[in-house]
């Protein structure tokens, strides 16, 4: 068989290959597929959440029906005529809006809040005693809530239908409950959420993760510093050795080394204060601080570098009082 000639099993094998790559789900789409199943799975678990306790959301579905009541009735700001038998309801879109504002708020702050306190409990970490306190003591306070604003939005819906001769007024009790529950119900489960997360493994994990790093940081900061100090030393010792290697060799007088080294100047600088070549090198401002012999050489370990530091802290002390008193 002539090898040049096309085989029909390669462009059968090559077809193959394509309808594999294409039939290949992407990454995007495993992760969406993924993704979906988490979803599904998270509505599986309310679904038989609300299957296996439907008799303790019956009775927050009815409680839920007087609180919404009561949102909306001081959303829409009824006001009853005595005189007429009529009540009149603002009904303008403003009214309306805050009708429905006050609708989802007090629901949120009791019976909603009540749902949430009963699914931290569940999913609470075990041998976690401040989570499970605060899970306990934000479901008795959402009952509680539950209870005030149920009893407060029935006096309300009463007065307004004023069928009921016990209820033609609003007590102030029930008047203040719906004014400043809404506020300091947030503030409460505010704390007591901040509690249950900051208890947690995961923050004491982070918390933990940040100490160490700012332990690193300062490590860093102070090991920097410790360098920079350790540098500055040796260059110091460097400029005075040079300085007793020129007054040695008759370059300088003591005197002019010591008052440049108390100044601070550099062989570079006092060349040009005075004018002149100090060390023989030519030119003036370019003298060498490094003596002859002497290579400047920085330690590697840290160790090494704060031992240095203290060698070039002596070294300097020494080295001052003998320029202070040179030879005669």
Do not use: C
């Not at 594999?20 to 199943?37: E, F, I, Q, T, Y």
């Not at 001769?165 to 947030?186: G, H, M, N, R, Y």
């Not at 002149?276 to 290579?295: L, M, T």
């Amino acid at each position: 068989m002539n090898k040049n000639m096309f085989d029909p099993q390669e462009l059968n094998d090559l077809d193959k290959q394509i309808a594999d790559r294409l039939a290949r789900p992407s990454l995007v789409g495993k992760m969406k597929a993924k993704n979906k199943s988490l979803q599904s799975n998270r509505l599986l678990d309310w679904g038989n959440e609300l299957r296996q306790y439907w008799y303790v959301y019956m009775f927050l579905s009815v409680s839920a029906i007087f609180t919404m009541t009561l949102g909306f009735y001081m959303g829409i700001a009824p006001k009853f005529d005595a005189a007429a038998m009529t009540i009149t309801y603002q009904t303008d879109v403003m009214h309306l809006i805050l009708a429905g504002v006050y609708m989802l708020s007090f629901v949120t702050v009791t019976e909603g809040a009540f749902i949430i306190a009963k699914r931290l409990f569940f999913t609470r970490e075990e041998s976690n005693l401040a989570q499970q306190i605060a899970s306990i003591v934000m479901m008795v306070i959402a009952g509680v809530a539950i209870l005030g604003t149920g009893i407060s939005g029935g006096m309300v819906v009463a007065s307004q239908i004023s069928f009921l001769t016990s209820f033609i007024d609003i007590p102030d009790s029930a008047q203040k409950w719906v004014v400043v529950i809404i506020p300091v119900l947030i503030t409460i489960y505010t704390m007591l959420v901040t509690v249950y997360s900051l208890s947690s493994d995961s923050a004491a994990s982070e918390r933990l993760a940040s100490e160490q790093k700012r332990a690193a940081d300062l490590d860093n900061s102070t090991r920097t510093r410790a360098i920079e100090q350790i540098a500055v030393e040796q260059l110091q010792v460097t400029e005075l050795k040079r300085y007793m290697q020129l007054v040695a060799e008759g370059h300088i007088s003591a005197a002019e080394a010591q008052a440049a080294i108390r100044a601070g100047r550099t062989l570079g600088q006092e060349e040009i204060r005075q004018g002149r070549d100090i060390d023989g090198k030519g030119g003036i401002g370019n003298g060498q601080s490094i003596p002859v012999g002497s290579p400047f050489t920085v330690k590697k370990t840290e160790v090494n570098m704060l031992a240095e530091l203290a060698e070039a802290q002596a070294e300097i002390a020494r080295l001052k009082a003998g320029v202070d008193a040179p030879k005669v």
